[in-house]
């Protein structure tokens, strides 16, 4: 029995029909050219309305994804004048903010290398996109496979707008991590004699993503976290950073945590501060649903900037081309590229494959966009929305007949909750926001412009310039996490940080006032509003 | 009551909300803000578990709350937190998976096998099924069966025996990953040479192209087959 709605049957007869054709059929590559072409006409990021300019700050004058320009131009959350900053609640070496992949590698490598170390998180630890990540971690471990050619998928992926350096290490330290994690005891697939299993993603020439089945960024997560508790590292819990402490000299001195709970600020001095807070998924870029978790309001980027650091490609947003359309209560949710890795494709509602399924996501999804938006062959729900087939049991024609269940359990698990059957039909999709290609400036020891101040992973900017590839994210958040702890701990070796002020927030409230802007809105936003107006108007306050 | 709303009870006071809602955007919609009992929203975190009882029927239900789509007259409650006994451990230390097993978690022979955790995982896991395999030494058995894991408590809440079943697994899974899989060679190989800078010069060469022989390469590259 079909898991879908009579009106979609007709489409759903046409894919059956196609597929022996499909199976032989072979879509080559764009050329940089047309990519860049295809981007302009489709991709979000173009649109006059996703992107506006800052008007106060280091970046001032640039164009920025128009939802955060909204909470860059907003006040602090607290009132410099009325925070007494000699009532000292912690005084560590190291402050990370972030509970997710980044934020823990950090953590872990600063304490490794001696640190005495704080970790403060907003929501549980783990909280994070990292749990959710579904395909796996790139890195160049094959013998047909070298970093070099890594570098080069990575950068033309990024559009050639990445900073090189930070590419260079990026490959280079990539199977180290790989390494690292299976050391620390992660459940990486594999061959028979222990081999590890690599798939295709999107952008790569070679099969070099690893994966714990589908839920690749859970199994990193439980097990560096678990790492995290056995070396005692003291964890606080919704607890998110909400403004960051500088000494008279510009140097980071820590950072002011609002316990959400008690709604108390704490504050935490601190000779250094490694943000890995994650991106802006939940500020709906462009208006797209999300993939991301609940926190992911872009926290980290605000208090970093209202500090003084630069941020780098901040108007590039990834749309991951498959979102789930259908089921409606699935709608914006990931389905891993993987299942593209493994030969499923793409097709319109003429059972037609419209692109190459493992061009990169901003192509892919620029694709599917023209393919529904111009073209008007998507496939229509009940619900007045409009998707693309992912067409999944070729995943089993092309493998095996156990090939979807063994890999690919969660999302036949999911699925099969709603009747839909992943094996026998296709998954219906459309683009979704998945991930922040910019953030914070960094070089390749995690540093930011401001010193002292140290970022990993999401919130990080420079590495995946404008568009990432699929892998290349789970690699980033260890590769810089790890970085970013080691090279900490030399700084503040060295660095005589001064006693902590709130300066800097005072001078950016006077840079509004001067830009005439005038605003009752404050920031970081925390956690996102999806409170009802009609509720709203009822609290009448 | 108005069309296209259906009752649900949420810690037994009553609401009527959009049908097709799952539980997590029914309480949004309610007017509760979520702080605590709401993570990923995606099904990978564990955070929004939750219990419920339909009117009428005595059999208790699990969901999380993102992922379940609300029914009529489901009386819900969050259970957003649920203490756990975790064993803090080396694992480069350690070379016995059993006796570490049983000096950490000695609670695990109290398991008797009545089987409630397997009532209750939203995942659809048999923790009683991983703890046995835990039990008789079929390490890699337990790992196979625990691994999609969501580490949301609910197994923790109902056992019997007081286990915490899921920290259990992790450990099992964690020292069996680490000691007991033959190593891949490949990786070792690569990392040695990584080590010893044999690719330091290639990463070097292709960092320094120029903007346009770095394109040109671009397009020239060759692919692995799908």
């Known amino acids: 029995m079909s898991g879908y709605p009579q009106s979609m049957q007709e489409s759903l007869k046409k894919l059956e029909q196609t597929r022996s054709f499909r199976l032989t059929q072979d879509i080559p590559r764009m050329n940089f050219e047309t990519r860049e072409k295809l981007l302009k006409a489709c991709h979000p990021d173009f649109r006059p309305d996703s992107i506006e300019e800052v008007r106060v700050g280091p970046n001032k004058g640039q164009k920025l994804s128009i939802k955060l320009v909204d909470l860059l131009e907003a006040k602090s959350r607290i009132d410099p004048a009325r925070v007494d900053l000699s009532r000292i609640d912690y005084d560590v070496d190291v402050l990370v903010v972030g509970g997710g992949g980044g934020g823990v590698s950090a953590a872990l490598t600063a304490q490794e290398n001696g640190a005495k170390v704080l970790l403060a998180t907003k929501l549980r630890m783990g909280d994070s996109n990292t749990i959710m990540a579904e395909g796996g971690i790139a890195a160049a471990t094959q013998g047909n496979d070298s970093p070099d050619r890594h570098y080069l998928d990575t950068i033309g992926g990024g559009r050639f707008q990445n900073k090189r350096d930070l590419v260079s290490v990026l490959v280079h330290d990539a199977p180290l991590i790989v390494e690292w994690l299976k050391d620390l005891g992660c459940m990486f697939d594999t061959h028979k004699n222990g081999d590890l299993v690599v798939s295709f993603a999107g952008g790569h020439t070679r099969r070099r993503v690893h994966s714990c089945k589908d839920l690749s960024g859970l199994e990193f997560m439980r097990v560096v976290r678990d790492e995290l508790y056995n070396r005692q590292i003291p964890v606080l819990e919704f607890s998110p950073a909400v403004e960051l402490l500088l000494d008279d000299q510009g140097k980071c001195a820590g950072a002011i945590l609002f316990n959400m709970e008690t709604e108390e600020h704490i504050i935490v001095k601190a000779k250094a501060v490694i943000l890995a807070t994650g991106g802006i998924g939940r500020l709906h870029p462009s208006d797209f649903p999300t993939t991301n978790h609940y926190g992911a309001t872009a926290d980290g980027l605000i208090i970093a900037y209202r500090a003084g650091a630069h941020l780098l490609h901040m108007d590039a947003i990834q749309f991951h081309p498959t979102g789930a359309m259908w089921p409606e209560q699935m709608l914006g949710q990931l389905i891993t590229e993987a299942c593209r890795g493994n030969g499923a494709q793409l097709v319109n509602k003429n059972g037609e494959r419209f692109i190459n399924e493992l061009e990169t996501r901003d192509t892919v999804s620029s694709g599917i966009l023209r393919e529904v938006r111009d073209r008007g062959n998507g496939i229509k729900t009940p619900t007045g929305g409009e998707g693309i087939w992912l067409d999944t049991p070729l995943i089993n024609i092309r493998g095996d007949a156990g090939k979807l269940d063994r890999m690919f359990a969660g999302i036949v698990h999911r699925f099969g909750e709603y009747g839909i059957d992943v094996r026998k039909e296709p998954i219906l999709i459309f683009p979704t926001q998945h991930y922040q290609n910019g953030g914070v400036e960094i070089d390749p020891e995690g540093r930011t412009s401001v010193p002292g101040l140290f970022a990993a992973g999401e919130c990080s900017g420079g590495v995946q310039g404008r568009n990432r590839l699929g892998g290349n994210s789970l690699l980033d958040i260890f590769v810089f996490g790890r970085r970013s702890g080691k090279s900490v701990v030399e700084y503040i070796n060295k660095a005589k940080v001064g006693k902590p002020t709130l300066q800097h927030v005072v001078d950016y409230h006077k840079q509004l006032d001067a830009a005439g802007i005038k605003t009752n809105k404050t920031s970081p936003l925390l956690l996102p509003d999806y409170i009802r107006d009609e509720v709203k108007e009822r609290r009448y306050n | ?226």
């Open chain 2, 1 to 226: 009551m108005a069309e296209g709303l259906i009752p649900i009870y949420v810690m037994g006071k009553r609401y009527e909300v959009p049908e097709g809602f799952t539980i997590m955007k029914a309480m949004e919609w309610i007017g509760y803000k979520y702080t605590r009992g709401c993570g990923c929203r995606g099904g990978f975190c564990g955070a929004c578990s939750t219990v419920y009882r339909l009117q009428g029927e005595y059999k208790l239900n699990v969901a999380l709350a993102c992922q379940t789509t609300i029914t009529p007259n489901m009386y819900l409650t969050q259970i957003p937190f649920y203490p756990a006994q975790k064993a803090l451990y080396d694992l480069d230390k350690m070379d016995n998976l059993a006796k570490a097993l049983l000096e950490m978690y000695p609670e695990i022979s109290k398991c008797v096998g009545c089987g409630a955790c397997a009532k209750v995982c939203p995942q659809k896991l048999r923790p009683i099924d991983y703890i046995a395999a835990a039990l008789r030494g079929e390490w890699e058995k337990a790992a196979e069966l625990s691994f999609d894991c969501i580490m949301c408590g609910l197994c923790a809440s109902r056992c019997t025996g007081e286990l915490t079943p899921y920290n259990i697994a992790l450990f099992v899974r964690r020292f069996f990953c680490k000691h007991g899989r033959p190593k891949p060679e490949h990786l070792i190989k690569r990392n040695t040479d990584i080590r010893a800078g044999k690719f330091d010069q290639a990463i070097k060469a292709v960092a320094a192209l120029s903007d346009a022989d770095l394109r040109k390469k671009y397009d020239a590259r060759d692919f692995e087959k799908l």
